[in-house]
Structures are given as structure tokens and as C-alpha cells.
């Protein structure tokens, strides 16, 4: 929202209210490549365009190859324009180059979603907004491909509506069991909402090596449900996934592992995000199961989008 001293500038000026879309940046979690120094990610989205390193709000990675920085959104919005805040007390050229990509995949980090733009160069200091016509994304990246390079962003902001396909995930709400626990991978972590897909960032669930391992969500209610959206681990092992099922209903015989099959899981490639239809099966509870085998069970995110059944009981 605008100040009331901007809405009187803008009133005396032009003779109406002035139009300011809101940064839809700054609710976003950020990461990137490394980090040189004090450089964290967050920087780029503190409201500050601040663009001398001395004043601590411009990020830093180290010198690698094809740097990027990546902001999630938490859903999917229609992006309209990106605004980068280049350094100003050094090197403004290292930006030269860098390409904004936006999308829901993180392949690659991220940075293989499409294109809105290539940024041939920014001057020392000053901010420039590229036009992204509606791309639709979780995902915002800027990434230096093909050189090393140190990636430098002093603010970056984001202007754009939910989109359509942006459903509320209804997982967040729930309560979580699985067939055994295995270090600290416990069964919250699939609903924290966060898909960091290695082991070593405390995201992902873990089971003992079960017969027929499993994971329940409790929705608490009964609901239509629409997808289920499944993240899987990066740093190894991601076969361990296939073949896994996806269960929805009422049912609570073998664990909710009896209720009716939504999807088998072929295979998710590692550290990828992978989202499965279950047309409005109806259901308190999602299993995923993996039948037939011994084997562990880990899931770094699950994710669901549905709709309160009429049949739904205030449990």
C-alpha cells in the first residue's frame, strides 16, 4: 500500500490515485548457488535498494560456474514484470548476460524453466524492469549461464497475480504417521512446506526399511481431491519411489493402504516435483505406499489441491 504523502504526489501531479502493483517477492523464500561472505539470498528481497556492498543489502555468491539465485513465490502467480537492482560501488558488468527464468520445475535448480528475459546490462547502481507478459510460475531465477562468474542482486522485485491453477494446498492443515521412523526423518517434514530435496536440509521424511513402508495424511475432513504433488529425494537414491502408490479415502483397514488407488509412481527423477490426478476422489486420508517389497520410504514434499466433500463430517 501507498503512503498517504505518495497518493497526494500523485493526486497533485496527475490528478488521480497513482497505480502501485504490489512486490510479491517479499513473502517468498529465497536460495542460491553459495554464498561469499555475509551475500545471503534474503538480501534481494528486504525492500531496500541499497546497492553499495557496504550497506548490507546485496547478495553475493562465490566465482562459479553459471551462478543463480532463485526466489519461490510459495504458489503459482502470472508474472508480469521483474525489477533488478544492480551494485553499484563495483563491477556492474558481472550482471551482463543473466537471464530471468520463471516457471514450477526445478529441474536444474530451476533454471531450465522459460525464459522472460536476458539482461544485456544494467548500470552501476540503477534498477531496471523486464516485462514477463503473464509467464506463469512458482519459480523466479536469475542465473549467469555459461561462464564463472560472482552473481551480485541488490534488490529484486516481482509484480503478478495468483494464477487460475494456483489451488490452496490442503496437506499444510493436516496431521502425518508413517509405517516407522528412521533418524529424524519424521512425517511432518512431507507437509512443512518446503521441497529442499536433500537429506542434510531437514525436509524429507524417513522410514526403517519396512515391508510395504508407508505414509498417511490426515485431512482431518473429507475432501474431493484434486492432485497430489510429490517431491522427491536429490541427493540419492530416488529409485526408491518407484512403484509407490498413491491411496485416497475413508478407510482406515491396513492403515489406509486398502483405499482406493489414485496412482502408481513410476518414477520421479531426482530432487524433481512430480504432480499426480486423482479427479476428485473422495477421501480423509492420502496413503503413499509402497507395496510388494521391502524398502525405505522418504519424501521430501507432499502436496494436495481438493475441495470439502458434501459428504465431509465436522470430525
Known amino acids: 500500500t501507498m503512503s498517504p504523502a505518495v497518493v497526494l504526489l500523485c493526486l497533485a501531479l496527475l490528478g488521480k490515485t497513482c497505480s502501485v502493483e504490489t512486490n510479491i517477492a517479499r513473502g517468498g523464500k529465497v536460495t542460491q548457488s553459495s554464498l561469499f561472505g555475509p551475500g545471503v539470498p534474503e538480501r534481494a528481497i528486504d525492500g531496500n535498494r541499497a546497492s553499495n556492498w557496504v550497506e548490507n543489502s546485496c547478495t553475493h555468491t562465490v566465482n562459479d560456474q553459471n551462478p543463480w539465485w532463485r526466489l519461490d513465490l510459495q504458489k503459482t502467480y502470472k508474472v508480469n514484470t521483474v525489477t533488478i537492482t544492480n551494485r553499484k560501488d563495483c563491477c556492474p558488468e558481472r550482471l ?7 516457471g514450477n520445475s526445478l529441474i536444474d535448480d530451476g533454471n531450465s524453466n522459460p525464459r522472460c528475459a536476458v539482461i544485456s546490462s544494467i548500470p552501476a547502481g540503477t534498477s531496471q524492469t523486464f516485462e514477463c507478459k503473464g509467464i506463469e510460475g512458482r519459480y523466479v531465477n536469475i542465473v549467469i549461464p555459461g561462464r564463472q562468474e560472482y552473481l551480485t542482486l541488490c534488490e529484486v522485485e516481482v509484480t503478478g497475480q495468483p494464477s487460475g491453477n494456483s489451488e490452496t494446498n490442503i496437506a499444510r ?3 502425518v504417521t508413517q509405517s ?4 529424524p526423518g519424521v512425517p511432518e517434514r512431507a507437509i512443512d512446506g518446503n521441497r529442499a530435496s536433500n537429506w542434510v536440509e531437514n525436509s524429507c521424511t524417513h522410514t526403517q ?5 508407508w505414509w498417511r495424511l490426515d485431512l482431518q475432513k473429507t475432501y474431493n481431491i484434486d492432485t497430489v504433488t510429490i517431491t522427491n529425494r536429490k541427493d540419492c537414491c530416488p529409485e526408491r519411489l518407484n512403484g509407490a502408490e498413491i491411496h485416497i479415502g475413508n478407510s482406515l483397514t491396513d492403515y489406509g493402504n486398502s483405499n482406493a488407488r489414485c496412482a502408481v509412481i513410476s ?3 531426482a530432487g524433481t516435483s512430480k504432480t499426480f490426478e486423482c479427479n476428485g476422489m473422495e477421501g480423509r ?4 505406499a ?3 517389497r521391502q524398502e525405505y520410504l522418504t519424501l521430501c514434499e507432499v502436496e494436495v489441491t481438493g475441495q470439502l466433500s458434501g459428504n465431509s463430517l465436522n470430525w
Open 180 to 183: 516407522s521412523l528412521f533418524g
Open 290 to 292: 509402497i507395496p510388494g
Open 96 to 102: 551482463n548476460g543473466a537471464e530471468i527464468r520463471i
Open 173 to 175: 492443515g493436516g496431521k
Open 285 to 288: 486420508y492420502v496413503n503413499i
Open 267 to 269: 518414477s520421479i527423477p
Open 209 to 213: 526399511n519396512d515391508r510395504n513402508p
